[in-house]
């Protein structure tokens, strides 16, 4: 036995002399050697096994991880290829709106500071529409001067004749050109700057000779003209509305815009633009709007007469009423039910609000005039409505908002001017 020990020893010894001479003969650098326990009962090669799985985990996890990258760099390549096939577009887009002078690009912005394009047809029509309403200006200051013997008033009158004159001679040979030949862009737009120029010239001095009549005429007796269709010409009320479960707003209103006459008036709120709009856009119908809800109204007004609305409202059901001429025209609920017009807005005449106090659009703009805007906390009833259409003696001014010239400002060229319901309409 002891014999056979001795052997094994022996054994041992020389195996482990050769593993160091192994060892001393090849160069492992910094590898380092891990000794491992293993129990005596267990197979070495399943031992081997076990301890290799969290080093085949991380492998699996590594490959998992460049293949990620991989397909992210894939399409990284690809949106860069994209993004460089849509700046070639852009850049040919922008190349042909500057080589072709009859293109307009749109812009990705709302235009805030000008017109909305007109064609030349569309160009007549406004500036017919612009002289129209000069004479029954000149026609009013005419009125006048027989109940003032104003020498310098008659002169400035008759001068302004004679440019209104001069401007319907302009009209009729821009007419007479049209139809013999289209012409170029460039001559038409500087003819339009021209005579736009002159109007507005116009509308300063008659506006200068109606400031002579404001001491004279009470003051719910004027009216508002807005002459074009701009983002910049509206009037302001400088009060705003309380808190209303009900309402009633009624006007006179006269226009023949096509298409749609626009927004003879907006009430915006901090977080709601469309807290109360009436407003006719395009060949849509007439409509209100509370808390952006909407409602269609019978009106049929665009035919250039005056005529008096009125719509009624109340927060219960959301029930309303459309008047016009005195005349229940329409109704309906389940209008912004339940809901109370906000208090401490803006009120604009003239223009729809995208933003609280501004954010105009030309497209959206007022064209015509409008008189005795008033607004009750209350639904009227139809007789009460009926007096304001007939002008009765009985009729009532708006306990919110009442039409008097102390409580409307304008900007950007509207302008007031005498206006005496039930005498001058039609």
Known sequence: MRTMISGVSWKLFLLTFFLLDLGSSQDFGQARFICTSVPANMDMCAATMQNSGPAEDLKTTVLQL???????????????????????????CESQ????????????????????????????????????????RLENLEQFSRNNNSA????????????????????????????????????????????????????????????GQKENRPA??????????????YAKVK???????????????????????????SYAVPGQANELVLIEWGDNPMEILINDKVAKLPFV??????????????????VWEAFQDGVLRGNGENLAPYHPIKPQGVLVLGQEQDT????????????????????WDRKLSSGEIYNLATCNSKALVGNVISWAESNVDVYGGATKWTFEACRQIN
């Open 66 to 92: 460049r293949e990620t990258v991989l397909q992210q760099k894939e399409t990284i390549m690809n949106q860069k290829e994209t993004i460089r096939e849509l700046t070639a577009k852009l850049s040919r």
């Open 97 to 136: 709106s500057i080589t072709d002078p009859g293109s307009r690009r749109k812009e990705t912005g709302k235009n805030t500071m000008g017109d909305v394009s007109r064609t030349p047809a569309d160009t007549l029509n406004q500036l017919s529409q612009t002289l129209q309403s000069l004479k029954q």
């Open 152 to 211: 310098q008033a008659n002169n400035l009158k008759d001068l302004l004749q004679n440019k209104i004159e001069d401007l319907e001679k302009q009209v009729l040979s821009r007419v007479n050109s049209m139809e013999e030949s289209k012409p170029g862009q460039k001559n038409e737009t500087e003819q339009r700057v021209k005579v736009e120029s002159t109007l507005t010239s116009l509308h300063h001095r008659i506006s200068d000779l109606e400031k």
């Open 220 to 233: 719910d007796k004027f009216q508002l003209t807005f002459l074009l269709r701009t983002n910049y010409m």
């Open 239 to 265: 009060k705003s509305l309380p808190e209303m479960y009900s309402f009633t707003v009624c006007m006179w209103i006269k226009s023949s815009a096509s298409p749609g006459l626009g927004t003879p008036f």
């Open 301 to 318: 007004v665009k035919d250039g007469k005056w005529h008096h609305i009125c719509i009624t409202w109340t927060t219960r059901d959301g």
């Open 356 to 375: 609280l106090g501004g954010g105009f659009d030309a497209t959206q703009a007022f064209v015509g005039e409008l008189a005795n805007f008033n607004i």
